[in-house]
């Protein structure tokens, strides 16, 4: 089977092209398989780009650990990219997500624009916040981003009374001058510290937003593997017209057999 990988500032994936409709079922085993770092091609999730019956693909996401995936935004602009790469596409695309119909835009530099779902919702819960933007999201803001334990303290609250049954992604933020903010995550289903994460840079810049009560604009996202934007609209108390944008780059392909 050919795959190809990408990457979306250092949130990598495992790539495959099934618009025929005949590529196999992957096993949980066989994607956990795929993601592992020491004995597979290593990733933190595997993406599949499947022929949509109305728009121009479909994206079926498994997590690392080889669950079923929500959605997920660095994901999503990888697979931009490879839809491209591939000739489906060229500049503009709609596509389909587990969480409806995304639409994106990719340039020559390989920036990938991806719509993101409304939010209707931001809970505070004491000092910390929680937002869905496709997937779960706990923020914890902090003063010392570095000095962080992320995945033993993301792992208490994913694994707490309240989200242990269906998890939660947990991210620390730290915010920055300029509409700006610093963050790391610990994502479920990779159970361990990602380099990047694209919902949990919207849901971090929106609670930013909240914060700080912008109506509308850009908040820069600093990730251990690169650089993210997000722009949004809030309109009576809800956030629409929300993008998620930053380079989404093709790192190798190559041949497995199972």
């Not at 694209?198 to 593997?225: P, Q, R, W, Y």
């Not at 690169?226 to 949004?232: C, E, M, Q, R």
Request: net charge negative; with cysteine; proline share 1%.
């Amino acid at each position: 089977m050919k795959f190809y990988k990408y990457t979306g500032a250092g949130n990598d994936f495992i790539l495959f092209n099934d618009m025929t409709g005949e590529m196999p079922v992957l096993s949980s085993k066989q994607v956990q398989f795929l993601c592992d770092r020491h004995f597979g091609v290593g990733a933190d999730g595997v993406i599949i780009l499947k022929k949509s019956k109305a728009l121009d693909f479909d994206m079926e996401y498994f997590n690392a650990d080889g669950s079923g995936g929500t959605m997920c935004g660095n994901g999503g602009r990888c697979l931009v990219a490879f839809a491209q790469k591939l000739g489906i596409i060229e500049k503009h695309t709609k596509f389909l997500a587990s969480d409806g119909v995304h639409e994106a835009f990719i340039n020559q530099r390989n920036i990938v624009k991806l719509k993101m779902i409304d939010v209707d919702e931001v809970k505070s819960i004491g000092k910390d916040f929680y937002c869905y933007t496709g997937s779960p999201h706990y923020i914890i803001f902090v003063d010392d981003i570095e000095a962080v334990d992320v995945c033993n303290e993301g792992r208490k609250i994913r694994y707490s009374e309240t989200y242990k049954e269906e998890g939660t992604n947990v991210n620390f933020v730290k915010i920055e001058e300029n509409h700006s903010i610093s963050i790391r995550t610990y994502e479920r289903g990779v159970e361990n510290e990602t380099l990047a994460c694209g919902t949990g840079s919207v849901a971090s810049a929106l609670i930013c937003a909240e914060i700080n009560e912008f109506c509308s604009g850009e908040v820069m996202v600093h990730t251990k593997g690169g650089l993210l934007k997000v722009s949004f609209l809030k309109k009576d108390d809800k956030y629409i017209d929300i993008w998620l944008t930053g380079s989404a780059d093709f790192i190798f392909e190559g041949n497995i057999d199972f």
